[in-house]
């Protein structure tokens, strides 16, 4: 897989770009250019939710509300989820969340010894069993509290990688064989994710939190944005 602008490929920030012509999807009228744009970090919901049989069946706790957590309670209730809790350590994102229609949502610490209280605290706030788990984040705390709090028999779908090396309980969690999956990316999106934005299915439109023009200043300030976190979710570039 290649990505325009990592060396040695440019492209990132040119107007315009020669690019296979099997690899393009066009756009319905009714979808803007910026939804298309968001149908990059879309992709790995819509592939974490496949990979982890998403369904009109299965309660789905979200763990991390930054970009790529939120898309995926997006896809989650547009595959059906009933019921859907999001955790992060951050209020702020975690109102964001509520706005974008999760049942539940529960703000928790970074302290590791905080995991069985935050554990018990999810379970009351999701008022059944958790039957998919998404790491979102991908911390040792994160996937601890994930393995813990899903039901037997249930799974926990790895999908941030904030860690190369974690510290998890993971004979407790075999021992309720709960299933640990990997997502990494995605395969095959484009088409679904287009239809979910053209039928409504899903609005990423709030994700998109600041818009800069295509100066040298405005592009640099966009990625101070970006990188500054705070309340920027989505920072746009409008040619």
């Given at each position: ?5 990592l ?5 990132s ?9 099997f690899?393009?999807?066009k ?6 250019l ?12 819509v592939?974490a ?6 369904s ?9 509300a ?7 309670l997006?896809a ?8 859907i ?9 975690l109102?964001v969340?509520?706005e974008?229609g ?19 605290t999810i379970?009351n706030?999701?008022?059944?069993k ?8 991908g911390l ?14 249930g ?11 974690m ?9 309720r064989?709960?299933?640990v ?11 679904l994710?287009?239809?979910l934005?053209?039928s409504g ?10 818009r800069?023009g295509?100066?040298?200043k405005?592009i640099?300030?966009a990625f101070?944005?970006?990188?500054g976190?705070g309340?920027?979710?989505k920072v746009?570039?409008n040619?």
């Amino acid at each position: 897989m290649k990505f325009f602008g990592l060396p040695p490929f440019h492209g990132s920030l040119a107007r315009q770009i020669v690019h296979p012509a099997f690899l393009c999807f066009k756009l319905p009228d009714n979808v803007s250019l910026e939804e298309g744009a968001l149908c990059e970090p879309l992709s790995v919901a819509v592939h974490a939710c496949r990979r982890g049989n998403i369904s009109p069946e299965t309660n789905v706790l979200v763990m991390g509300a930054g970009p790529i957590g939120l898309v995926t309670l997006l896809a989650a209730r547009a595959f059906g989820a009933p019921r859907i809790v999001t955790v992060d350590v951050d209020g702020n994102r975690l109102s964001v969340a509520k706005e974008l229609g999760a049942d539940g949502v529960v703000e928790v610490s970074t302290n590791m010894q905080d995991i069985p209280k935050e554990v018990e605290t999810i379970c009351n706030v999701m008022g059944a069993k958790v039957d998919v788990s998404f790491d979102c984040a991908g911390l040792s705390k994160t996937m601890s509290t994930a393995l813990s709090v899903t039901r037997a028999g249930g799974k926990v779908c790895l999908v941030g990688l904030g860690h190369n090396e974690m510290t998890v309980p993971l004979t407790p969690a075999a021992a309720r064989e709960v299933d640990v999956i990997g997502v990494f990316r995605y395969e095959n999106t484009w088409p679904l994710c287009i239809e979910l934005l053209r039928s409504g299915k899903i609005d990423v439109k709030p994700l998109i939190t600041h818009r800069f023009g295509f100066s040298q200043k405005e592009i640099e300030e966009a990625f101070e944005t970006s990188a500054g976190g705070g309340n920027a979710i989505k920072v746009m570039f409008n040619l």
